[in-house]
């Protein structure tokens, strides 16, 4: 099993990084593996389910999840239907006229996968660390 947290202050109010981050159209702004994304079910909410097409190293990987909670301006979080299990979650805290974001990131591995867990989780950490940085860079510019 792959975790990774990430705690980032982001000098925005809450509401409106809650409303950048769910927004779909916004993910490939900020997100450098996201090839494409679509949403299959309306409304967004708990059961929303959407596809996503990430680069994983030289392959494309084709993702299938659903929102699992859903709080307006405080968290929501995902899963995926497909393989490999992924867990994501974001929780948004008020602080100093901003937002303090709380990422978690939880991966079950299996078979040839968790051979590769040094190096996936390595690479993992890697994006979303440089991920978050061009996240603060969009929202506070």
């Known amino acids: 099993m792959i975790q990774h947290e990430v705690s980032i202050y982001l000098n925005r109010p809450v509401e409106q990084v809650f409303a950048f981050l769910i927004d779909p159209n916004n993910l490939r702004a900020w997100q ?3 090839v494409e994304t679509a949403q299959f079910t309306e409304p967004l909410g708990v059961g ?3 596809r996503e097409v990430r680069r994983m ?4 990987a084709d993702i299938q999840a659903e929102i699992t909670a859903f ?3 405080k968290r929501f979080a995902t899963k995926t ?4 299990q992924v867990m994501v979650s974001y929780s948004f805290e008020p602080k100093n006229k901003g937002t303090q974001l709380n990422y978690r990131f939880i991966m079950q591995t299996s078979g040839f996968m968790r051979l590769l ?3 996936i989780a390595s690479s993992i950490r890697q994006d979303t660390r440089s991920d978050f940085e061009r996240l603060k860079s969009v929202l506070e510019s």
Request: glycine share 4%; no cysteine.
């Open 81 to 84: 239907l497909t393989k490999p």
């Open 117 to 119: 867990e040094p190096l």
């Open 48 to 50: 929303t389910r959407f």
């Open 32 to 34: 450098s593996n996201l």
């Open 71 to 73: 709080e307006p301006n």
């Open 57 to 60: 190293g030289p392959r494309q």
